[in-house]
């Protein structure tokens, strides 16, 4: 068992660990936002609430740009380091 506990570090291990998932609920929550923003403006714009379509769209568009910015930040600092 010393030999395993030499090899890992059980502090960084958790700690990575915890940023994972972190990470993955964030990059879900966020992209859920878009997906339901998107969603949301087809089902106004039927009913011809524009305005609120309109503001939907917007939720939509910014939970979607939201997802590609956490991914690319995520992509920029794995290749940093």
Same mark, same amino acid.
């Given at each position: 068992?010393?030999? $395993?506990?030499?090899?890992? %570090?059980?502090?960084? @291990?958790? =700690?990575?660990?915890?940023?994972?998932?972190? !990470?993955?609920?964030?990059?879900?929550?966020?992209?859920?936002?878009? *997906?339901? !923003?998107?969603?949301?403006?087809?089902? $106004? %714009? =039927?009913? !011809?609430?524009?305005?609120?379509?309109?503001?939907?769209?917007?939720?939509?568009?910014?939970?979607?740009?939201?997802?590609?910015?956490? *991914?690319? @930040?995520?992509?920029?600092?794995?290749?940093?380091?």
């Amino acid at each position: 068992m010393d030999v $395993l506990a030499s090899v890992i %570090n059980g502090k960084e @291990l958790w =700690q990575t660990v915890a940023a994972a998932f972190v !990470g993955a609920m964030t990059v879900s929550l966020v992209a859920s936002i878009g *997906i339901w !923003g998107g969603a949301r403006y087809v089902d $106004l %714009n =039927q009913e !011809g609430r524009t305005l609120h379509a309109t503001l939907a769209l917007i939720v939509g568009v910014l939970g979607l740009v939201a997802t590609v910015g956490i *991914i690319a @930040l995520g992509i920029y600092l794995m290749v940093a380091k």
